[in-house]
T-cell receptor, first 110, second 112 residues
Framework: QKEVEQNSGPLSVPEGAIASLNCTYS??????FFWYRQYSGKSPELIMF????GDKEDGRFTAQLNKASQYVSLLIRDSQPSDSATYLC??????????FGAGTTVTVRA | EADIYQTPRYLVIGTGKKITLECSQT?????MYWYQQDPGMELHLIHY???????EKGDLSSESTVSRIRTEHFPLTLESARPSHTSQYLC???????????FGPGTRLLVL
């Protein structure tokens, strides 16, 4: 079992809609969770991080964490064509290393 | 936001050549990482360092080596490049007490 699992997609949403991305992790002791956005041919850039159960909002992005279910999600509201990218879920299971999921590719249709 | 630099950005080289990929950061971060990523695939950690003179191999076996003589510099070396080394190499860093890793722009390596 992979440490971090994501649906690979592609997830296609119309402009203005909500994109919902899911991520599950295997290490119950994980304490911190990250969402990175990666445009094709570019390096990952941090969108959000979350440590506590519940929701965390930053602009059009909302991260949701449920440690009991070992589940973290990312909602993108009012999706824009510029949101078309691969979204990587990362988990800190121990020490300082991150475990990355394979990513979910999002396409926003204009 | 971290200032982290990688050179070269693109490199095409012949089989058997020795190459060094440079990574530098100006934020005084003690922790640095090298990842390998093939197109459309996930990131794999190949090396990491928690400070000067500290280097460890990552989860993915790699024929490369690294060194950490200065805090700001974490170069990766391939003694004899092979076509199987063709990939994108990403360097990342973060500060003690912070868990967020920031990535450099990456080096795209093509070995012919």
């Amino acid at each position: 079992q992979k440490e971090v699992e994501q649906n690979s997609g592609p997830l296609s949403v119309p402009e203005g809609a909500i994109a919902s991305l899911n991520c599950t992790y295997s290490d119950r002791g994980s304490q911190s969770f990250f969402w990175y956005r990666q445009y094709s041919g570019k390096s990952p850039e941090l969108i959000m991080f979350i440590y506590s159960n519940g929701d965390k909002e930053d602009g059009r992005f909302t991260a949701q964490l449920n440690k009991a279910s070992q589940y973290v999600s990312l909602l993108i509201r009012d999706s824009q064509p510029s949101d078309s990218a691969t979204y990587l879920c990362a988990v800190n299971p121990n020490d300082y290393k991150l475990s990355f999921g394979a990513g979910t590719t999002v396409t926003v249709r204009a | 936001e971290a200032d982290i630099y990688q050179t070269p950005r693109y490199l095409v080289i012949g089989t058997g050549k020795k190459i060094t990929l440079e990574c530098s950061q100006t934020m005084g971060h003690d922790k640095m990482y090298w990842y390998q990523q093939d197109p459309g695939m996930e990131l794999h950690l190949i090396h990491y360092s928690y400070g000067v003179n500290s280097t460890e191999k990552g989860d993915l076996s790699s024929e490369s080596t690294v060194s950490r003589i200065r805090t700001e510099h974490f170069p990766l070396t391939l003694e004899s490049a092979r076509p199987s080394h063709t990939s994108q190499y990403l360097c990342a860093s973060h500060r003690q007490g912070q868990e967020t890793q920031y990535f450099g722009p990456g080096t795209r390596l093509l070995v012919l």
